[in-house]
């Protein structure tokens, strides 16, 4: 099975390639904006370092968020324009559970954190387990004194991951037990690895029904992002 992930959900971009579970290409790009400018010339790339054309892929799968509300719109739209226009199935994964999968851990617990701006982080608590992590805590939008609160009532041992270098300095400070760690950002090829069970199950959705998780309205409503035209794509 060869699979394209996209993941635009927070300030690094980043596109996969994956055959039979091995990554085979990637690109990455760090900025808060101009995802929509990195990512289709980056998929081309991708291609074109693997060999591939795009009536090779068998499914794409994206990051559905919490993040950044025009990252998370280039690429859903993006990712439904090309699974559409290929014929194949998407799936959505989260980028809290992206991050939670890659946290570098044995035992302790972790929290995941996607800095959503306005004085908010999306959170998600995970238990470790063999391979990877399993959903403990739902996820869920809180302040930064809400998050303080959710840490201090906690003693076990922690691992913060993901966005944890944009709370403010009295969240982390003085926390017994509670670390901060890698990853910062979810990345495309963790989305297809948290993907790939529910794809050899067939488990897929029609493009259109794949949602963004916002968790809050958008400050403004934009119209969908297109493909550029030319390369593979054109």
């Not at 060869?2 to 990637?26: H, P």
């Not at 959503?116 to 063999?130: D, F, H, K, N």
């Not at 041992?157 to 709370?167: E, M, P, S, T």
Request: glycine share 12%; charged share 20%.
């Amino acid at each position: 099975m060869k699979v394209l992930g996209i993941d635009t959900a927070t300030n690094l971009s980043s596109v996969a390639l994956m055959e039979s579970r091995q990554l085979v290409a990637s690109a990455a790009r760090m900025g808060a904006r101009g995802h929509d400018g990195f990512l289709i010339p980056a998929v081309d790339f991708c291609f074109d370092q693997a060999g591939w054309r795009p009536e090779d892929l068998d499914a794409v799968v994206v990051d559905v968020g919490p993040g950044l509300f025009t990252g998370l719109r280039v690429g859903i739209a993006s990712a439904q324009g090309m699974a559409t226009m290929l014929g194949v199935p998407i799936l959505g994964v989260s980028s809290l559970d992206a991050l939670a999968l890659r946290a570098t851990t044995r035992h302790r617990y972790i929290w995941s954190v996607v800095d959503v701006r306005r004085g908010e982080v999306a959170v998600a608590g995970y238990l470790p387990v063999p391979g990877g992590a399993a959903l403990d805590a739902l996820p869920e939008l809180v302040d930064y004194k809400q998050f303080r609160g959710i840490l201090e009532s906690d003693d076990r041992q922690i691992l913060v991951v993901g966005d944890w270098k944009a709370l403010p300095g009295f969240v982390l400070r003085g926390l017994r037990g509670v670390v901060t760690g890698i990853p910062r950002y979810p990345a495309a090829e963790a989305l297809i690895e948290l993907a790939w069970p529910k794809a050899e199950r067939g488990e897929f959705y029609h493009p259109n029904e794949v949602r963004p998780l916002y968790m809050r309205e958008p400050d403004v409503t934009l119209g969908s992002a297109h493909l550029r035209e030319g390369g593979l794509w054109e």
